[in-house]
């Protein structure tokens, strides 16, 4: 089956603007979370959708949001970019939000110039 | 979340050697994991630790939960090309989600 597919790959956007990132987790998979990943910081949660829901969050600030559709696929908006941005977006689906059972995505590699 | 230290950071070895690395952290968890991010690619779980002593083998992988559950080790024996990436240990916080280590990055000189 299709594994977890996220668009696009690559974006560069300038400082101040805003974008949004989205997934599409494996067929039937109810969860969707995402993750940061930069040099400095490493692998950070962001947040987790389930049946359209947050169901948790991590440590980052509000200008990080997300939303998830009826079809499970979840969307990830970032306003207001910073260089500090600048990072790699993963997600990862899972049928019922258990990271241990999560397909992760290839990501999408975020520059803000 | 806690943080969990790796080392080494940087591993530069020749084909057919065994690897060995490490994960400490200052708390105790109930749950080790071991990932794989290879190049242009999202992590991949390669062995997860549910018990203190818990020894584990993936084909040439072998990860074992130490006993004070503070840390983990993941060794790679005869190590091939393919082997080439980054690997993180992880533990399980809160509602089942993730939180990596700082990650060692694998590089086989031919």
């Known amino acids: 089956k299709a594994g977890v597919t996220q668009t696009p790959r690559y974006l560069i956007k300038t400082r101040g603007q805003q974008v949004t990132l989205s997934c599409s987790p494996i067929?039937?998979?109810?969860?969707v979370s995402w993750y940061q990943q930069t040099p400095g910081q490493g692998l950070q949660f962001l947040f987790e959708y389930f049946s359209e829901t947050q169901r948790n969050k991590g440590n980052f600030p509000g200008r990080f949001s997300g939303r998830q559709f009826s079809n499970s696929r979840s969307e990830m908006n970032v306003s207001t970019l910073e260089l500090g941005d600048s990072a790699l977006y993963l997600c990862a689906s899972s049928f019922q939000g258990k990271d241990t059972e999560a397909f992760f995505g290839q990501g999408t590699r975020l520059t803000v110039v | 979340g806690q943080q969990l230290n790796q080392s080494p950071q940087s591993m530069f070895i020749q084909e057919g050697e065994d690897v060995s690395m490490n994960c400490t952290s200052s708390?105790?968890?109930?749950?080790w994991l071991w990932y794989k991010q290879e190049p242009g690619e999202g992590p991949v779980l390669l062995i997860a630790l549910y018990k203190a002593g818990e020894l584990t083998s993936n084909g040439r992988l072998t990860a074992q939960f130490g006993i004070t559950r503070k840390d983990s080790f993941l060794n790679i024996s005869a190590s091939i090309p393919s082997d080439v990436g980054i690997y993180f240990c992880?533990?399980?916080?809160?509602?089942?989600?993730?939180?990596f280590g700082t990650g060692t990055r694998l590089t086989i000189i031919p």
């Open positions: 067929s039937g998979h109810r969860s």
């Open positions: 992880a533990y399980i916080f809160g509602n089942e989600k993730l939180t």
């Open positions: 708390s105790i968890f109930n749950t």
